[in-house]
């Protein structure tokens, strides 16, 4: 990764818009197969968060062996507070995420893969930590075949495929380099929270199968937010302010971000600033020091849009 190439990808990335206790992970038994009326369910996983992550991503293959055509219309775990059936997909040369409110077809005969990139589960409100070698409960309700509990396996941070291994039967700015200009989002999160708004943005323009992006704790102080993300042994943090249009991003640096006099220099206001600075050092304590390592060692500092602050 470098700068130029992050530069290209971060200018004028701009958001448009604005139950039962969280289940422990289960451990132990591995994910397998499961079929539900004509439906093959296989290679289900997810990827590790860190544990202030508001959202992720789960992904399968589903296999319709019937001869009618069928519907994934709805999924849910316990362990978010809502979820999603979502698409990612170049419009021009933009890309772009959007809620598929009429779910995902199936069509006889045919496989679809939901994996990192395209169609997936997305999970949101997250209500702990997704952990590596644990397995996360979702149901799935088809229009036909009915509904069905599977076990995602969790895999390692930035898992591209399942890992056959754990079964009996992302994405980067340099990938996106080309694509991230202009109005970045082009999509309407509007009913998503300040974080999982943050988080789906970058995840929807950063994150490929051959290049995950990782994003870390988002901290939001008002209108002011600071947000992490590693990605191929590396990383940063990214100062956002909220505007009428949406989240944007401000300016790119690493260990900067989580200092309140720095903030303050920038033009964050002053308390603003050092609730900012505080909030990101209590978030980074519940983090493995390596990961925090990466969001620091972001060189320097690049502005993205000086109007906004």
Request: aromatic share 4%; net charge negative.
């Amino acid at each position: 990764m470098n700068r130029h190439s992050i530069r290209a990808a971060l200018v004028a990335l701009t958001l448009i818009g604005g139950g039962l206790a969280g289940a422990p992970l289960l451990g132990g038994a591995v994910a397998a197969e499961v079929i539900v009326g004509d439906i093959v369910i296989a290679g289900a996983f997810s990827r590790a968060t860190l544990p202030n992550a508001p959202v992720a991503g789960g992904f399968l293959t589903l296999t319709n062996k019937g001869a009618t055509d069928d519907r994934l219309i709805a999924a849910a775990s316990p362990v978010a507070g809502v979820m999603q059936l979502h698409e990612m997909k170049m419009e021009g040369d933009v890309m772009k995420m959007a809620e598929l409110a009429n779910g995902i077809p199936v069509p006889a005969g045919e496989t679809v893969t939901l994996q990192p990139g395209g169609l997936h589960l997305m999970f949101m409100e997250l209500k702990q930590a997704l952990v590596e070698g644990t397995q996360v409960p979702v149901t799935l309700t088809f229009e036909k075949a009915g509904t069905v509990e599977v076990l995602l396996d969790v895999q390692a941070f930035g898992a591209k495929a399942p890992d056959h291994s754990m079964h009996g039967d992302a994405s980067g700015h340099d990938a996106h380099a080309a694509h991230a200009h202009g109005n970045g989002a082009g999509m309407d999160m509007s009913g998503m929270s300040d974080l999982d708004a943050i988080a789906a943005m970058q995840k929807a323009m950063f994150d490929k199968p051959e290049n995950p992006l990782t994003m870390g704790p988002i901290v939001v102080v008002g209108e002011y937010a600071v947000s992490a993300w590693a990605q191929e042994g590396t990383g940063g943090r990214a100062l956002l302010k909220k505007t009428a249009s949406g989240w944007a991003i401000h300016l790119c640096s690493g260990a900067s971000l989580k200092d309140a006099m720095a903030l303050s220099r920038i033009g964050v206001p002053h308390d603003v600033a050092h609730e900012l600075a505080a909030q990101v050092s209590t978030a980074d304590a519940s983090v493995a020091p390596e990961l925090v390592k990466q969001f620091d060692a972001f060189d320097g500092v690049m502005m993205i849009d000086d109007s906004l602050i």
